[in-house]
C-alpha cells in the first residue's frame, strides 16, 4: 500500500533532482571593477565622498541590486543569501529570463524593502538623492523596480530627477544593462556600511523629502509648534510587542495625557500630519520611527524602548533624534531573543517620562 508519506518523499526527491539538473552552473562572489566613479559629497560625507559606481554591460538582480559580469557578483547592498544563491546557480534564470535595457538604469530595492515601511522609506528611497547629481540632469535613467508601488511613490520616484521612467520586471526577471548605475545609501556613512548608523541621512535630505512629499500626499503641514504626545504601539506587529500594551495605554493616557496611536492602521498622509505635529514621542524599536522624517526640528523628546540588548546596539533613531534637536533616552528590557514580546515596568517608564518632561519644560524657560 502506498501511503502519503511514500508520495511526498518521492514527490521530494523528483523536486530535488530537477534542481539538481538546472543548479551546475557556479558563480562567485567578488569585486566587479566599475567602468567609471563618480565622488559625490554631501553632508554625511564628512572628508570622503560617496561614490556612485557605473558599469558597463552587466547583468543585474534589481529585487537585491546586486549585478553580476564575468560569472562574479558584486554585492554593495543587503542581501537574502540563501535566495541570492540558490538564484544564481540557475542556469535557467541566469542564461534564459533577461531582458536588455538601453542607456542608463539603476535598481534601490533591497531584500526587505518589499513590504518593510522603514527600508523603503530609510534605505531604499533616498538612494535617489544621488540622481541629483549634475552628471545625469541630462539623461534618460530606466529606474527598474520589481514591486509595483502605489502612483504616490511613482511621483516621488520621479520628483527627484524628471527624467526618470520607472520600469517594472518580475522578480527573477534579469536585466541586462547597457550602463548600470549602483546608487550608494545615503542613510549610510560612505566609509562605514553599519547596520546601526541607518536612519542617519542629512538633513537636507529630510527637508527636501518632507516638502516633496507631503506635496504629493497633500498632507497638512503647517508651520506652528508641535503639540501633540503620543505612544506608539506595536499591537498591529508580529513580534517586539509589549504584552502590557493596555495598561501602557491606560497609565500614560492618565497621567501624562499621552495618546496612543498604531502608525499601521494610519495612511501615509494621516501619519505624516502626526508626526509633523508630534514633540513627545514613547515607542518601541521598530518602522513606526521611520515617521521620524516628518517632525519638525523644534525640539521635542523621543524614548525608545528596546526589547531586548540584541537589538540595543541599534542607533539610527537616536542619530536622527538628535539631529531633529530631540532629546533623547531609551529603555532596554531583558527579552531573550531579538524579536520576543515583553512586559514593560510602567514605574520605569514614568520615571523616564517625568525627567524628559522636566527637562524640556527647562529648555522651554530658558528659550523664553
Given amino acids: 500500500m502506498v501511503t502519503l508519506k511514500k508520495i511526498l518523499n518521492n514527490k521530494n526527491k523528483i523536486v ?38 557605473i558599469y558597463n554591460n552587466v547583468k543585474v538582480w534589481h529585487q537585491y541590486s546586486v549585478i553580476e559580469k564575468y560569472n562574479i557578483l558584486s554585492i554593495h547592498s543587503f542581501v537574502n543569501s540563501w ?39 530609510i534605505e531604499s528611497i533616498p538612494r535617489l538623492w544621488f540622481l541629483r547629481n549634475s552628471f545625469f540632469l541630462d539623461k534618460i535613467i530606466t529606474l527598474l523596480l520589481p514591486y509595483k508601488r502605489n502612483e504616490k511613490l511613482e511621483l516621488l520616484f520621479k520628483a527627484f530627477n524628471k527624467n526618470i521612467e520607472i520600469k517594472y520586471l518580475p522578480e527573477f526577471i534579469r ?4 550602463y548600470y ?37 497633500r498632507a497638512e503641514l503647517p508651520k506652528i509648534k508641535p503639540f501633540r504626545k503620543i505612544y506608539i504601539s506595536r499591537q498591529d506587529a508580529s513580534v517586539r510587542k509589549f504584552t502590557n500594551d493596555e495598561e501602557i495605554s491606560d497609565v500614560l493616557l492618565r497621567r501624562y ?36 522624517i516628518w517632525c519638525q526640528n523644534k525640539g521635542g523628546a523621543l524614548l525608545e524602548i528596546f526589547s531586548s540588548k540584541l537589538v540595543s546596539s541599534y542607533r539610527g533613531f537616536e542619530l536622527h533624534a538628535k539631529r531633529l534637536n530631540f532629546f533623547y533616552d531609551s529603555i532596554t528590557l531583558n527579552g531573550s531573543t531579538r524579536n520576543e514580546n515583553v512586559v514593560v515596568n510602567t514605574d520605569l517608564l514614568c520615571e523616564k517620562i517625568d525627567v524628559m518632561l522636566d527637562k524640556l519644560d527647562q529648555n522651554s524657560q530658558l528659550n523664553q
Fill in 83 to 121: 535566495d541570492l544563491r540558490e538564484h544564481v546557480k540557475n542556469k535557467l534564470f541566469r542564461n534564459y529570463l533577461c531582458i536588455d535595457i538601453k542607456g542608463y538604469a539603476c535598481s534601490i530595492d533591497t531584500p526587505f524593502s518589499k513590504n518593510n515601511y522603514y527600508h523603503l522609506f
Fill in 16 to 53: 530535488a533532482n530537477l534542481m539538481n539538473l538546472v543548479t551546475l552552473y557556479k558563480t562567485t562572489t567578488g569585486e566587479i571593477m566599475p567602468d567609471e566613479i563618480i565622488e559625490d559629497f554631501h553632508e554625511n560625507s564628512r572628508s570622503n565622498p560617496s561614490k556612485i559606481r
Fill in 257 to 292: 495625557d499621552i495618546e496612543t496611536v498604531i502608525p499601521g492602521k494610519l495612511s501615509l498622509n494621516e501619519q505624516a500630519e502626526l508626526f509633523h505635529n508630534s514633540y513627545f514621542i514613547i515607542s518601541p524599536h521598530g518602522a513606526g520611527l521611520t515617521n521620524l
Fill in 181 to 217: 548605475i549602483e546608487l550608494p545609501f545615503l542613510s549610510k556613512s560612505p566609509d562605514d556600511f553599519d547596520l546601526n548608523s541607518g536612519a542617519y541621512f542629512p538633513e537636507s535630505y529630510r527637508v527636501w523629502f518632507k516638502n516633496h512629499f507631503g506635496s504629493i500626499l
Fill in 175 to 178: 536585466a541586462k544593462c547597457e
